[in-house]
């Protein structure tokens, strides 16, 4: 009778540990994040020879994100055409215009994630995203970290475009077709 009372105790507390662990680890698993400040979205695209650096504004995200269990993620974020900086307003204006960005018509861009994997490395990951720009989708493979640091985080990756597939700008032999995006998003629990 001794034993069967060890044995139900011992169980019992075996129990209970297994329990606070699971909730511990629930508790720091996250899955919705806020935006938070410090984030930007940059460009770098090759310019008569030159690189000509700049960010989009107006930031807006969704993020759905484990780690443990990023299959299971939903990213989207949009930034406002209309914010273009690469500290020239004359090309900035230039750019706004129907031929680039078409601010009138095209007020964001759009990324929206299809499917997250795990990277090769710790808090590396592989997501496919569908960007859409000026009405236009194409499907962009973005490796990308995620690390945290108790209530907060941090998404980075970058990426290249065609901005011809998007129509963005015609043919041109001093603007250069591949454009590089960075993003780099700060989150809170």
């Known amino acids: ?14 129990l209970s540990l297994l329990f606070l662990a699971s909730a511990v680890v629930m508790a720091n698993a996250q899955t919705n994040w806020k935006l938070a400040e410090g984030s ?3 460009f770098v695209i090759k310019n008569a020879g030159f690189n000509v650096d700049g960010k989009f ?12 269990n990023p299959t299971s993620a939903g990213l989207r974020a949009t930034v406002q055409t209309a ?3 690469t500290d020239n307003g004359m090309r900035d204006g ?17 990324i929206q994630s299809t499917s997250i994997t795990r990277g090769a490395g710790n808090d590396q990951y592989k997501g496919i995203f569908n960007v859409t720009i000026k009405g236009v ?14 209530s907060t985080g941090k998404f980075s990756g970058s990426f290249t475009i065609n ?5 963005v700008g ?3 032999w001093i603007l250069s077709d591949k454009a590089t995006v960075t993003l780099d998003v700060s989150v809170t629990g």
Do not use: W
């Open 1 to 14: 009778m001794v034993k069967g009372a060890v044995y139900m105790y011992v169980m019992k507390k075996l």
């Open 40 to 42: 930007k979205v940059t």
């Open 57 to 68: 504004g107006g930031l807006s995200t969704t993020i759905t994100f484990d780690k443990q």
């Open 83 to 85: 914010t273009i900086d």
């Open 94 to 110: 230039h750019l706004k215009k129907e031929e680039y960005f078409d601010v009138a018509k095209h007020p964001t861009i759009i």
């Open 137 to 150: 989708t194409k499907q962009v493979t973005i490796p990308f970290t995620f690390t945290t640091n108790g």
């Open 163 to 167: 901005r011809r597939d998007f129509k």
């Open 170 to 172: 015609g043919s041109s």
